[in-house]
C-alpha cells in the first residue's frame, strides 16, 4: 500500500507543484490550511506531513504539535521562505523530522519525502513485529503454565500434551478417561487455561456426590418454590460458567432424568432451571471425566447412548502409572518440592532405596496414591534424606526388597539354600523382574528386552507383583 501523504500550503501553486511530483508514487491529500489539514489527519492514517510554517493567519508549528498527539503521528517536515537557523532547531526542537527552505527543489523533496514514508513503514513493520512477538510470547507463557500442571516425559503422557494443546482453543466437548488418580481434573484444568477463555470462568461439579435431584438443581438451577425448602431463586453451574468451563467430574454417576436436561443442553445450548419453562441460553464448554466405561455402559442401557456421544467428541484417554513407569521419579520429584515448600520443611532427596521402591511398586491408586506417599515421607524423615522406612509401609508390602543386579538371587532365597530350605520360584522370579526394572531405570521395554519375554508377558507378571506371592 502506498504511503499517505499529506500537503500543508496557502499557496496553490506550491499545493498543485507538489501534488504533481508526488502522487505517481504515493497517495497525496492537500489542504490550504489547519481546518482542512485538521480533518485530513482525523480521517486518514497520513504517514508523512509536509506543512509550510506560515499558513495564512495560522502557524504550521500549530499543526506540528497536533500532529504529533495523534496516537501514529506522521513523520513531519517543515517547508518556509523565511528559513533561519533559529526557525530550523525551533521546529526540530518540537518534534520535525526534517526542514526545507523555499523556493523547493521538487526532486529534493520527493527524495526526502520518500526517505521519511520509508522510515515510517520500517517504524511500522518494527511495531508490528513488536506486538506480534509479545502475542507469541504472551501466548506461550500461557500454553506454558497450562501444561505444567501435566508433569512427564513418557510417550503416553506426552501424547496428552500434544492432545490438549491442538483442542484447547475449540469449543468441542471433551470425555477424560481413565482410572481414579490418574490426573482427569488436572487435564480439565489444562484445557480451561488454554481455552483462552476467562481464568476465573472454571466451575467444577463432582456428580457422585450429590443425589439425583439435588444435582439436577446444582447443575440448572431453581425457581422459588420448585421443591421443598426452595426458598428462593438459585442460579445453577450452567449459568455460572456462562462464558466458561464447566467440568464434570465422575459424570458417569448421573441419574437417566439428568441425563436428558443435559442432553439438551449440549446439543440446544440451553437450560431451564427446576421449576421454569424458560429457556436460558448459555455459552459453556463442557468437559467431562469418568473412571468407567460409558460405551460400555451405553451398549448395556446404563447411560444414554446418544448423550456419550455428545459427551464423547473428543476423547483423552489418562493412562494409569504403571503404564508411564518414566514419569514416576519426575512426580516424585515434583511433589516433594511442593510438600517441602507446604510444610516448611528443606527439601530432602529420596534415597536410592526409597527410588527403587517407588519404581517397582504397582501404583493402583495412580498418581494420588504417589503424592499421599511423597507427602507421607516429606512429613516423616527426619534425616537428610528420605529413606524407605519413611515411605508408607503398603510399599514394601507390595515390593519386597530385592537384588540390585538383573541375574542374582534375591537374599531371602540364597538364605533358604545356604541353610538348605526349600526354593520358592515365585520369589526368584519377581526378585529377578524388579531387578531387570530397576538396572532399566524403570523402563518396561527394556527390562522385557533383558529378561528375553515380550512386553505383555512382562505387564502381566507385573501384576503379580502387587498381591503377595502372586495371589489372586
Known amino acids: 500500500m502506498n504511503a499517505i501523504i499529506l500537503i500543508v500550503d496557502d499557496e496553490k501553486p506550491t499545493r498543485d507543484g507538489l501534488r504533481l511530483a508526488l502522487d505517481e508514487r504515493f497517495e497525496v491529500y492537500v489542504a490550504s490550511d489547519l481546518r482542512e489539514a485538521r480533518q485530513v489527519l482525523k480521517s486518514e492514517p497520513v504517514d508523512v506531513l509536509l506543512t509550510d510554517l506560515r499558513l495564512g493567519p495560522d502557524s504550521g508549528m500549530d499543526l506540528l504539535d497536533e500532529a504529533l498527539t495523534l496516537a501514529k503521528p506522521p513523520v513531519c517536515i517543515m517547508m518556509t521562505a523565511y528559513g533561519s537557523v533559529d526557525t530550523a532547531v525551533e521546529a526540530m526542537r518540537r518534534g520535525a523530522w526534517h526542514f526545507v527552505t523555499k523556493p523547493l527543489n521538487l526532486e529534493e523533496v520527493e527524495l526526502l519525502v520518500s526517505r521519511a514514508a520509508r522510515g515510517r513503514e520500517i517504524e511500522s513493520e518494527n511495531r508490528r513485529l513488536t506486538t506480534e512477538n509479545y502475542a507469541l510470547q504472551k501466548k506461550a507463557e500461557i500454553r506454558s503454565a497450562g501444561l505444567d500442571r501435566i508433569i512427564g516425559k513418557s510417550p503416553a503422557i506426552t501424547k496428552i500434551g500434544e492432545m490438549v494443546t491442538q483442542i484447547a482453543p475449540t469449543r468441542a466437548t471433551v470425555l477424560i478417561e481413565g482410572e481414579s488418580g490418574t490426573g482427569k481434573e488436572l487435564v480439565a484444568h489444562a484445557l480451561h487455561d488454554l481455552s483462552g477463555r476467562p481464568a ?105 447412548e446418544d448423550l456419550f456421544f455428545r459427551l464423547n467428541v473428543v476423547a483423552v484417554q489418562m493412562p494409569p502409572l504403571r503404564d508411564r513407569a518414566e514419569d514416576i521419579i519426575l512426580l516424585a520429584n515434583s511433589f516433594l518440592r511442593e510438600f517441602a515448600k507446604e510444610n516448611g520443611r528443606s527439601l530432602k532427596p529420596l534415597s536410592d532405596g526409597a ?66 530350605g526349600e526354593f520358592n520360584l515365585h520369589d526368584i522370579e519377581m526378585a529377578t523382574i524388579r531387578s531387570a526394572l530397576r538396572y532399566t531405570d524403570g523402563n518396561r521395554t527394556k527390562a522385557a528386552d533383558l529378561l528375553g519375554i515380550s512386553r505383555r508377558t512382562l505387564q502381566r507378571k507385573l501384576k503379580e507383583i502387587s498381591s503377595p506371592k502372586g495371589a489372586n
Open 200 to 304: 476465573d470462568k472454571m466451575v467444577i461439579v463432582n456428580c457422585a456426590a450429590l443425589s439425583p435431584q439435588l444435582l439436577e438443581s446444582e447443575l440448572f438451577g431453581h425457581e422459588k418454590g420448585a421443591f421443598t425448602n426452595a426458598h428462593q431463586r438459585r442460579i445453577g453451574r450452567f449459568e455460572q460458567a456462562d462464558g466458561g468451563t464447566l467440568f464434570l467430574d465422575e459424570v458417569g454417576e448421573i441419574d437417566a432424568a439428568t441425563q436428558v436436561k443435559l442432553l439438551r443442553a449440549l446439543s440446544e445450548r440451553t437450560i431451564e432451571r427446576v421449576g421454569s419453562n424458560e429457556p436460558i441460553k448459555v455459552d459453556v464448554r463442557v468437559v467431562a471425566a469418568t473412571n468407567r466405561n460409558l460405551r460400555e455402559m451405553a451398549t448395556m442401557g446404563r447411560f444414554r
Open 355 to 420: 527410588l527403587n521402591l517407588l519404581r517397582l511398586y504397582s501404583w493402583p491408586g495412580n498418581v494420588r496414591e504417589l503424592r499421599t506417599a511423597i507427602e507421607h515421607g516429606v512429613v516423616m524423615s527426619n534425616e537428610d534424606t528420605i529413606e524407605e522406612r519413611h515411605l508408607p509401609s503398603f510399599l514394601d508390602l507390595r515390593a519386597p526388597t530385592g537384588t540390585t543386579e538383573p541375574g542374582n538371587l534375591p537374599s531371602n532365597a540364597e538364605k533358604d539354600l545356604a541353610q538348605g
